[in-house]
Nanobody, 123 residues
Framework: QVQLVESGGGLVQAGGSLRLSCAAS????????MGWFRQAPGKEREFVAAIRGSGGSTYYADSVKGRFTISRDNAKNTVYLQMNSLKPEDTAVYYC????????????????WGQGTQVTVSS
């Protein structure tokens, strides 16, 4: 069982930056691929970024490539999402998720989810 707790969301102006954190419980964090997803009001949950358990490979949605960076610190059981050059269309609730095996952009493949953190980007 893995418990995930996100933090770091908030209100920021367009062009600004935020760093989200997701703290995980458990002693086998490094065996889990981690993903970030987001859901805006009235829209489906969408993939943002993912990272392998070792941290060696990362994957991004086209809409955030070059602006967002996913990373992890397995010693701290934490995964991060650095978000730069934020746009109003990035406004959403951001969720972190964990699954054993390889990262995926498909939300239904993830077994564990955090409660989400709100990111609001004003124009």
């Amino acid at each position: 069982q893995v418990q995930l707790v996100e933090s770091g969301g908030g209100l920021v102006q367009a062009g600004g930056s935020l760093r989200l954190s997701c703290a995980a419980s458990g002693r086998t964090f490094g065996s889990y691929a981690m993903g970030w997803f987001r859901q805006a009001p009235g829209k489906e949950r969408e993939f943002v970024a993912a990272i392998r358990g070792s941290g060696g490979s990362t994957y991004y949605a086209d809409s955030v490539k070059g602006r967002f960076t996913i990373s992890r610190d397995n010693a701290k059981n934490t995964v991060y999402l650095q978000m730069n050059s934020l746009k109003p269309e990035d406004t959403a609730v951001y969720y972190c998720a964990a699954r054993q095996g390889y990262p995926s952009g498909r939300s239904y493949l993830y077994d564990y989810w955090g409660q989400g953190t709100q990111v609001t980007v004003s124009s």
